[in-house]
C-alpha cells in the first residue's frame, strides 16, 4: 500500500496531532507522518512527535520577514520531508494564499464547532451563547477563506443545559480525536477527493442518510416522545 507522507503543522500542545500520529502508526493506515513542523520552538506537541520518532522543525515567523517568506519556508521544508499531504492541528497561524493554492486538495484542517456555524475563535462560548443543543467538530480542506473549506467529515456532541466552556470543549476534542483520523484515512486512501469545489465521497458510504440525531433524546418511557420511525413514513 503507498502511504501518504504527511506533515502536521502546529502551534501548541498536538492533541490531535497526537491523535493522528497514533493511529498513522499501524501499518494498514493509508498515511505515514513524516514531519511536525511548528511555528513556535516551544510548542510541547514538538517535544511528543520526537519522543515517537518523528522528524520535527521549529519555523518561527519572526525569523522571516514577510508572511510570504515564512510559508516559502515551511514549503521548503515540507518539500524535504517529500510531504504529500498537510494536516493543521491547533496551528494558529493564517496561511498565504499562494501556500493554500499550492497545497489544495492535500491540505485539510480540524476546526471546534459544526461549520458553516461559529467560525474563528471561542466557538465553544459562542455555541453556549446561541444556546444550541448540538455542538461539534469539522474536518475541512483548507481554503484562502478561513474555516470556510469543503467539509469531509463532522462530529456532533450534545449540549446539556448545564454545560459550561469547559465541559463542552473536552467533550467536543474527544470528538475530534476520533474525527481528524477518520477524516484523514478518507482523504489519504482517494474515498474523499476535493472535486470542483465540493468533496466526493467514494467506496463506504459516508453516512445513513436516514439517521436522525437529536438533542436531547426524547426517553423512551416518555409518553410524548417523538416516535421517529412512525414520523418518517409520512415524511416525502
Same mark, same amino acid.
Given at each position: 500500500?503507498?502511504?501518504?507522507?504527511?506533515?502536521?503543522?502546529?502551534?501548541?500542545?498536538?492533541?490531535?496531532?497526537?491523535?493522528?500520529?497514533?493511529?498513522?502508526?499501524?501499518?494498514?493506515?493509508?498515511?505515514?507522518?513524516?514531519?511536525?513542523?511548528?511555528?513556535?520552538?516551544?510548542?510541547?506537541?514538538?517535544?511528543?512527535?520526537?519522543?515517537?520518532?518523528?522528524?520535527?522543525?521549529?519555523?518561527a515567523r519572526k525569523d522571516y520577514s514577510s508572511r510570504?517568506?515564512?510559508?516559502?519556508?515551511?514549503?521548503?521544508?515540507?518539500?524535504?520531508?517529500?510531504?504529500?499531504?498537510?494536516?493543521?492541528?491547533?496551528?494558529?497561524?493564517?496561511?498565504?494564499?499562494?501556500?493554500?493554492?499550492?497545497?489544495?486538495?492535500?491540505?485539510?484542517?480540524?476546526?471546534?464547532?459544526?461549520?458553516?456555524?461559529?467560525?474563528?475563535?471561542?466557538?465553544?462560548?459562542?455555541?453556549?451563547?446561541?444556546?444550541?443543543?448540538?455542538?461539534?467538530?469539522?474536518?475541512?480542506?483548507?481554503?484562502?477563506?478561513?474555516?470556510?473549506?469543503?467539509?469531509?467529515?463532522?462530529?456532533?456532541?450534545?449540549?446539556?443545559?448545564?454545560?459550561?466552556?469547559?465541559?463542552?470543549?473536552?467533550?467536543?476534542?474527544?470528538?475530534?480525536?476520533?474525527?481528524?483520523?477518520?477524516?484523514?484515512?478518507?482523504?489519504?486512501?482517494?474515498?474523499?477527493?476535493?472535486?470542483?469545489?465540493?468533496?466526493?465521497?467514494?467506496?463506504?458510504?459516508?453516512?445513513?442518510?436516514?439517521?436522525?440525531?437529536?438533542? =436531547?433524546?426524547?426517553?423512551?418511557?416518555?409518553?410524548?416522545?417523538?416516535?421517529?420511525?412512525?414520523?418518517?413514513?409520512?415524511? =416525502?
Amino acid at each position: 500500500m503507498n502511504r501518504k507522507r504527511t506533515s502536521i503543522l502546529i502551534s501548541g500542545r498536538g492533541s490531535n496531532m497526537a491523535a493522528l500520529i497514533a493511529a498513522a502508526a499501524d501499518p494498514s493506515f493509508p498515511a505515514e507522518i513524516v514531519s511536525v513542523i511548528s511555528n513556535d520552538a516551544e510548542a510541547n506537541g514538538l517535544q511528543m512527535a520526537a519522543q515517537n520518532g518523528i522528524q520535527t522543525r521549529a519555523i518561527a515567523r519572526k525569523d522571516y520577514s514577510s508572511r510570504e517568506e515564512h510559508d516559502a519556508a515551511i514549503d521548503a521544508a515540507l518539500g524535504e520531508s517529500r510531504s504529500e499531504m498537510v494536516c493543521l492541528a491547533g496551528y494558529m497561524r493564517r496561511l498565504t494564499a499562494g501556500f493554500v493554492e499550492k497545497w489544495s486538495g492535500r491540505m485539510i484542517n480540524i476546526h471546534p464547532a459544526l461549520l458553516p456555524a461559529f467560525k474563528g475563535l471561542d466557538t465553544h462560548a459562542a455555541a453556549l451563547s446561541a444556546g444550541v443543543r448540538i455542538h461539534g467538530c469539522t474536518v475541512h480542506f483548507v481554503t484562502a477563506e478561513v474555516d470556510a473549506g469543503p467539509i469531509i467529515a463532522q462530529a456532533a456532541v450534545p449540549v446539556p443545559a448545564e454545560d459550561d466552556e469547559a465541559a463542552l470543549a473536552a467533550r467536543v476534542l474527544k470528538a475530534e480525536h476520533q474525527l481528524y483520523p477518520l477524516a484523514l484515512s478518507l482523504v489519504a486512501s482517494g474515498r474523499a477527493v476535493l472535486k470542483d469545489g465540493k468533496v466526493v465521497h467514494y467506496g463506504r458510504n459516508a453516512g445513513d442518510a436516514g439517521a436522525v440525531l437529536i438533542s =436531547p433524546a426524547p426517553p423512551s418511557s416518555d409518553p410524548g416522545a417523538v416516535d421517529l420511525e412512525h414520523l418518517a413514513r409520512f415524511t =416525502p
